[in-house]
């Protein structure tokens, strides 16, 4: 899994999470509790993604939920993701539009930050594409992260 912030939403997937990637201990720890707390078993994997090895389809779904990253990083760690997924695993993001940058509901103020669906679609192109939308919806994410927010979301799956 791609840096996750948002351990509880993972936590609730009807598939067991089986590992989460941060740079922050703090949203590890918080992801353990919450394992705990759920009684399954994780593994954290505390690292910078830009050092970050996935190897190749060994994943069976890699979920990135408000992981913006510069777009040099992005590009490598997204055709590394599709790489490193199984044949039909599947890819699941949910990140801030570039109209994001209108609402002060959170997000980074970077535009390179960014991406476009269309900028998405070219990074992950060789995922079938299940869902692939921009949307604005109602976040309540915590003090920093509340009211109207403009969102992509993508499910995408890679073929066997």
């Known amino acids: ?11 609730s997937f ?18 353990q509790k919450l394992a705990q707390e759920k009684q399954v078993a994780i593994a954290t994997i505390q690292t910078d993604l830009a050092d970050f090895a996935i190897a190749p389809q060994s994943w069976d779904g890699i ?3 408000f992981c913006h990253l510069p777009s040099e990083l992005r590009t490598k760690v ?14 699941v993001l949910e990140a801030f539009a570039p109209e994001q940058l209108q609402y002060n509901t959170g997000g980074p103020k970077n535009l390179d930050m960014l991406p476009s669906l269309a900028t998405l679609q070219q990074e992950l192109a060789d995922l079938h ?14 003090r920093y992260h509340n009211g109207t927010a403009a969102v992509i979301q993508i499910l995408g799956r890679k073929q066997s």
């Open 63 to 65: 979920i990135s939920i």
């Open 129 to 142: 594409w299940e869902i692939a939308r921009e949307v604005e919806r109602d976040l309540l994410e915590g």
């Open 78 to 91: 997204y055709r590394l993701a599709v790489m490193g997924l199984k044949p039909n695993g599947v890819f």
């Open 1 to 11: 899994m791609v840096r996750d912030r948002l351990s509880r939403t993972t936590l």
């Open 14 to 31: 009807p598939h067991p999470v089986k590992s989460q990637v941060d740079q922050s201990s703090v949203g590890l720890a918080k992801a």
